[in-house]
């Protein structure tokens, strides 16, 4: 070992899924959106110059703060934006969880909160998700140093009904509690509105699925001004620019159109519903999903082995090596006929 590495902030990364080259692959491992952007983000693209690039980016990303506030009936000093919302997130816990205490989030979730608990070196304990993997609300009343869970939960695709997530806010007034809500356009009822009630909640949203825009890097959170401020102050202390340009022009064209993603998002969930039916008929068992995605056990395969089957049949699905979990498939909704092939083939493997 040499010297230099004593002083090295050691850690280990979030491993993202795959993002195979082969374009024939059907991609159903990131909840990647399967609907292109908007044709009003098209329609802006091709509008766009390079010119405005020679300048540095409005930093506080005005005009979409402007456009996300707009859609929430909220103030643009309501909205912190970022580098899509794993951005977001990080720079949330670099300044809220700085207690000392642990914070608490569920054993199984979006497997990044360990990670950026490990990196801002934030104590952290796991509380674990019942049989049937739901959140315990009473799980969150011990002390802590703050709350992080996504509502939906991935990769479980689980909601948290509206009351209970509230209950753990109100239970909780000392610390911030944070409300990742990646996937609540496909059907779960948001905890925005408890914004006007608790001045501890922020919720944090995404482009990256129900606008289709993972490739844009497009993320936000509200809260109330105060926290949104906090945030600012630590974001302006690391990094002016997180938003560049095209970001912020794109973002603002997708934000603006509203019917485009009332369309996607209900064709998505109808495949969901779909899904549902088809994967129970193949002997597949889950818990009721209101994500973008659904997580499967078979009765009799091994998710292990079906993952390998379905990779090699160029089907690309996540599998998760963890303890509870690891003889489960994350599937994503795909369009109509990715979702057919899926079956296709599990109706022959299966047979
Ligand atoms: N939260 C959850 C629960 C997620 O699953 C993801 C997607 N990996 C993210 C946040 C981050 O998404 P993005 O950075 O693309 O907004």
């Known amino acids: 070992m040499r010297a230099w590495e004593n002083n ?21 491992n990131t909840n990647e959106n399967p609907y292109p952007p908007s044709p009003a983000v098209t329609e802006a693209l091709r509008r766009m110059t390079a010119e405005p690039l020679r300048k540095y980016p409005d930093p506080t990303a005005g005009r979409l703060t402007e456009a996300i506030a707009a859609e929430h009936g909220l103030r643009p000093e309501q909205v ?17 969880f700085n207690s000392g205490k642990p914070i608490l989030f569920p054993d199984i979730t979006y497997s990044f909160y360990d990670v950026w608990a490990e990196l801002f070196a934030i104590p952290y304990e796991r509380q674990p998700l019942n049989g049937r993997f739901e959140i315990v609300k009473e799980d969150y009343r011990k002390e802590n140093g703050g709350v992080v869970f996504p509502n939906p939960n991935a990769p479980t695709g689980v909601e948290l009904p509206l009351a209970d997530v509230e209950e753990i806010i109100r239970s909780n007034r000392d610390v911030i509690v944070i409300v990742d809500e990646a996937y609540i356009d496909f059907g779960g009822t948001s905890a925005v509105g408890l914004l006007e009630k608790y001045d501890n909640l922020l919720v944090v949203r995404t482009f990256s699925k129900s606008r289709s825009m993972a490739g844009m890097r497009i993320g936000y959170a509200l809260g109330n001004e105060d926290v949104i401020r906090c945030l600012n102050n630590v974001k302006f202390s690391f990094n002016s620019y997180t938003m560049n340009e095209a ?29 549902k039916q088809e994967l129970a008929k193949l002997g597949f068992s889950f818990a009721d999903s209101k994500a973008n995605f659904l997580f499967v056990t078979h009765r009799t395969c091994p998710a292990r082995e079906l993952f390998a089957a379905l990779r090699a049949e160029g089907i690309y699905v996540r599998y998760f090596d963890k303890p509870r979990i690891d003889n489960y498939l994350r599937i994503t909704i795909g369009t109509d006929a990715e979702m057919e092939a899926l079956y296709d083939f599990l109706r022959r493997y299966l047979r």
């Open 80 to 96: 912190f934006p970022g580098v899509g919302s794993d951005d977001v997130l990080a720079m949330a816990f670099l300044t809220f």
């Open 8 to 28: 090295v902030r050691k850690v280990v990364p979030y491993v993202p899924g795959e993002q195979p080259k082969d374009r024939k692959v059907i991609k159903l």
């Open 247 to 275: 970001a912020i022009c794109l973002g603002v064209a997708a934000a603006e159109d509203h019917a485009y993603f009332e369309e996607t998002r209900r064709k998505i969930i109808a495949t969901r519903e779909r899904a």
